[in-house]
């Protein structure tokens, strides 16, 4: 764990050596690299060498101008796997993680082995309404970790919070005939009782030319946590045979060859 300058600016980051084939994960929004790498981490470093990053304005890593807004955090993603990992990586998002995996892939392609998506929404209207932002909700022990963790000023946690909640009103706004042109194995993950519309994930899943879907039950947009075994080994399974599904019964697949 170090900071390293990437786009010019100081990213708190992270790297898992072994060597399997790189893998980047990318944190969720409003979030970090820690509460997403204690679920990960564990399953996958003896199969993979895994890189992670908290991206600018969380975690560890300064608020920059424009972080938030999901080009610049595209841009960011891309910034670290030219600049750090150096080659193609299979790219496993949460949220707002797997919205900037998406995007990277789109803009691209060239850098991306494969997508493990969870609980994206690649447009503002793919999730249900969200109650309005009142910093009254943010608990005395989210303040104490971010006050420990940050180098931003801790008020400006709050800013921060409202600040998002305004883009995701209006972001991310991604055309599903990019979606379309992903032309790598892409796992769509999501909770049955997702933030994320069903509709929505299904019509990311049938965008894609090699999507293939899992939605996981007894769960919200918390799945990685609420069932963590689970969601783990479908992702270490997934990115461990990446060949073209042949099942008995294909509707919607065919044999490629």
Do not use: C
């Not at 009142?134 to 000023?153: F, H, K, N, Q, V």
Request: hydrophobic fraction near 40%.
């Amino acid at each position: 764990m170090k900071y390293l300058n990437v786009s010019g600016y100081p990213l708190w980051s992270f790297e898992w050596t072994n060597n399997g084939q790189a893998v980047l994960l990318l944190h969720g929004g409003l979030s970090n690299t820690d509460s997403f790498a204690d679920v990960m981490v564990a399953p996958l470093q003896d199969s993979f060498y895994l890189y992670a990053y908290d991206r600018a304005g969380h975690g560890r890593s300064a608020d920059q101008p424009g972080s938030f807004h999901f080009d610049f955090q595209r841009d960011e993603a891309i910034a670290f796997i030219a600049e750090v990992i150096k080659e193609p990586v299979h790219l496993v998002g949460y949220s707002d993680g797997a919205n900037i995996a998406l995007m990277v892939a789109i803009t691209r392609p060239d850098l991306v082995k494969s997508i493990v998506s969870i609980a994206a929404n690649f447009s503002a209207d793919g999730i249900v309404e969200l109650p309005v932002f009142d910093p009254a909700g943010i608990s005395d022990e989210e303040r104490t970790e971010y006050a420990l963790m940050s180098p931003d000023a801790p008020e400006t946690l709050a800013i921060k919070n409202a600040k998002m909640h305004e883009i995701w009103k209006v972001e991310p706004n991604i055309d599903i005939a990019e979606i379309a042109q992903i032309s790598v194995p892409t796992l769509v993950m999501a909770g049955d009782d997702d933030v994320v519309k069903h509709s929505h994930s299904i019509e990311l899943y049938e965008a894609l030319p090699l999507g293939q879907l899992a939605i996981v039950p007894g769960t919200s947009h918390g799945l990685v946590k609420e069932k963590p075994e689970f969601v783990t080994a479908l992702i270490k399974s997934f990115l461990s045979d990446q060949s073209y599904p042949m099942t008995r019964q294909p509707i919607r697949r065919t044999n490629p060859a």
